[in-house]
């Protein structure tokens, strides 16, 4: 395997828009090129569970975010529901407590060999990159330090049989350097809030460039409007791989 291609299957470019118009232009350009796309809330609940389809079929793969957080029988049955339409990984929200997140996985485990595919990755969303360490201790009344919280988080997901976690880049290396109960390629980290030395950081307040991320430790990089608002998306994702065969080469 090519050093481009291992880049590539690093990349997951973010499909945070209302347009269908918007996103297909999209996947026409890039689908060849990165390894995921994710469909997030505001896409989805624009267009509904089609865009999984669309993408599907056009030989793309699908990370859900839907960040699912509710009673363990509404989650089991929604992520079944996510697994039926072929998506190669989808989330929710760690804060469900272990329960969630067992009926969750079992979910994923049985709607996968029900229906004869392959299971995707179920991942645990920790602290969201927009969020602070005041906005912790002060709007959610959470006393621990973000880190040691986040953590806290990794090691409940990998308890109950999560495949990964979602984290900000900067504490990818915490978190990659404290686990000891399965190989650094068997646990993913998906890092949000990528943003290149030339990109705008907008509402993200955790961030990192390609390069630190992975280095830190980073499995999978989540990336949006540096490429989706970029005049030339496909140049901003040979940036973006370009930086990417730099760490991985390390």
């Given at each position: 395997?090519?050093?481009?291609i291992?880049?590539?299957?690093?990349?997951?470019?973010?499909?945070?828009?209302?347009?269908?118009?918007?996103?297909?232009?999209?996947?026409?350009?890039?689908?060849?090129?990165?390894?995921?796309?994710?469909?997030?809330?505001?896409?989805?609940?624009?267009?509904?569970?089609?865009?999984?389809?669309?993408?599907k079929?056009?030989?793309?793969?699908?990370?859900?975010?839907?960040?699912?957080?509710?009673?363990?029988?509404?989650?089991?049955?929604?992520?079944?529901?996510i697994?039926?339409?072929?998506?190669?990984?989808?989330?929710?929200?760690?804060s469900?407590?272990?329960?969630?997140?067992?009926?969750?996985?079992?979910?994923?485990?049985?709607?996968?060999?029900?229906?004869?595919?392959?299971?995707?990755?179920?991942?645990?969303?920790?602290?969201?990159?927009?969020?602070?360490?005041?906005?912790?201790?002060?709007?959610?009344?959470?006393?621990?330090?973000?880190?040691d919280?986040?953590?806290?988080?990794?090691?409940?997901?990998?308890?109950?049989?999560?495949?990964?976690?979602?984290?900000?880049?900067?504490?990818?290396?915490?978190?990659?350097?404290?686990?000891?109960?399965?190989?650094?390629?068997?646990?993913?980290?998906?890092?949000p809030?990528?943003?290149?030395?030339?990109?705008?950081?907008?509402?993200?307040?955790?961030?990192?460039?390609?390069?630190?991320?992975?280095?830190?430790?980073?499995?999978?990089?989540?990336?949006?409007?540096?490429?989706?608002?970029?005049?030339?998306?496909?140049?901003?994702?040979?940036?973006?791989?370009?930086?990417?065969?730099?760490?991985?080469?390390?």
């Amino acid at each position: 395997m090519t050093t481009k291609i291992q880049a590539k299957d690093h990349l997951i470019v973010a499909l945070d828009t209302s347009s269908e118009e918007e996103a297909l232009k999209l996947i026409k350009k890039l689908s060849n090129k990165i390894g995921y796309f994710k469909v997030g809330l505001e896409l989805f609940s624009c267009i509904g569970p089609k865009i999984i389809d669309i993408i599907k079929d056009d030989g793309g793969k699908v990370f859900f975010d839907g960040k699912f957080l509710d009673i363990p029988n509404t989650v089991s049955k929604a992520v079944a529901n996510i697994v039926k339409h072929k998506a190669d990984m989808l989330n929710v929200y760690m804060s469900g407590g272990a329960n969630m997140l067992q009926e969750a996985k079992k979910s994923v485990i049985e709607a996968a060999k029900t229906n004869n595919l392959p299971q995707p990755k179920l991942l645990g969303v920790t602290v969201l990159t927009s969020m602070t360490s005041d906005v912790l201790e002060n709007d959610l009344k959470i006393q621990t330090q973000l880190n040691d919280y986040v953590l806290h988080l990794a090691m409940l997901g990998i308890k109950n049989g999560l495949d990964g976690i979602i984290c900000s880049a900067n504490e990818a290396r915490l978190i990659r350097d404290r686990i000891e109960f399965q190989t650094k390629d068997d646990f993913l980290i998906v890092t949000p809030g990528i943003r290149p030395a030339w990109a705008q950081k907008n509402d993200q307040k955790r961030i990192a460039t390609p390069e630190e991320a992975i280095k830190n430790g980073a499995t999978h990089l989540v990336v949006g409007r540096p490429i989706t608002d970029s005049k030339d998306p496909v140049d901003a994702v040979n940036k973006i791989l370009e930086e990417i065969e730099d760490a991985i080469r390390v």
